[in-house]
């Protein structure tokens, strides 16, 4: 089919051959077992030009879309066999969702946009099953300790700032210490569904002085979207919440030492390494680009 559509465009054996790197010869050994093979004459042959019969305009038509597919899927495998086409899956918490997993995917999608993303929101407790089971490619999470099989890498620290009510006494404050709180309620994930939120959290506190007192949210709930909104409580949110505060809340810096919450990639030594290094490779890219470590 090649031969034949260099031919046709040519109009020529001689040109042909030289485009395509081959004998004249093997040229038009191979146009004339296509004809015979389809039992029909593609060509009309003369000492001074080639022309394409009936018949021979119409498989030419159909011979440009057979190899414009041949060549797609040999660059679709081809860009599968490095991790740049098929199917990436990924799962991420709400403590990524603001801005980490958002900017991560755009990145990925830029460098790579035949490979495919599915990806949902899970709470953190979730991940290391759904990765281990193999519902997923790969999860970005909280850090937390890490079970045997699995494997992690940083993508992202993030300073973590005060959540309060719009009308709290410290809304305005250019920063708090957090050993001031010492009085207040923090609400929080249960650790089952968010352990290295909560962990940084409760750590957090104790490293100020004290011990918090919790209102731990049910499933389902968000951070802002209870207590604190009303007043009830404080929470300890990631600073890239600021970007999509929602009403009713404000967000006030921490007097150095600040928090950090180490947010982590995660996937099974078993995982299909070629699509989950594409999306570590941008991690790394925008790690150096913004400072996210």
């Not at 879309?65 to 495998?77: E, H, L, P």
């Not at 066999?81 to 990524?96: F, I, K, P, W």
């Not at 946009?113 to 979730?126: D, I, M, N």
């Not at 993508?155 to 010492?182: I, K």
Request: some cysteine; glycine content about 8%; charged content about 25%.
């Amino acid at each position: 089919m090649r031969y034949f559509v260099a031919v046709a465009d040519h109009g020529n054996f001689t040109r042909a051959a030289e485009d395509l790197h081959v004998a004249q010869q093997a040229v038009s050994q191979q146009v004339r077992a296509l004809e015979t093979t389809l039992n029909v004459t593609l060509l009309r042959r003369s000492s001074r030009k080639v022309e394409l019969t009936p018949a021979g305009e119409v498989f030419l038509a159909d011979a440009r879309r057979v190899i414009a597919a041949s060549d797609r899927a040999v660059r679709r495998v081809q860009a599968a066999a490095r991790g740049e086409a098929g199917t990436l899956r990924v799962v991420y918490t709400v403590v990524t969702a603001y801005d980490t997993t958002p900017t991560l995917l755009e990145l990925l999608h830029k460098r790579h946009p035949e490979l495919k993303v599915s990806a949902r929101e899970v709470y953190g407790g979730e991940v290391f099953e759904l990765v281990q089971r193999g519902e997923c490619d790969i999860g970005l999470m909280a850090m937390a300790p890490l079970p045997s099989g699995l494997r992690q890498r940083l993508v992202r620290r993030e300073v973590l700032r005060l959540a309060v009510s719009d009308g709290h006494p410290l809304a305005a404050a250019g920063q708090v210490d957090l050993s001031e709180l010492r009085d207040e309620r923090f609400e929080v994930w249960p650790r089952g569904v968010a352990p290295g939120y909560y962990d940084v959290v409760i750590g957090a506190c104790h490293a100020a002085g004290f011990e918090p007192a919790l209102t731990e949210l049910g499933a389902g709930s968000t951070v802002w979207c209870r207590s604190i909104a009303l007043g009830r409580a404080v929470g300890l949110v990631v600073g890239s919440l600021r970007a999509q505060l929602p009403a009713g809340l404000a967000l006030v810096d921490l007097a150095p030492p600040r928090p950090t919450l180490a947010i982590n990639a995660v996937w099974s030594e078993d995982s299909d390494a070629t699509k989950v290094d594409r999306l570590l490779d941008a991690a790394t890219a925008l790690a150096a680009e913004h400072h996210w470590h």
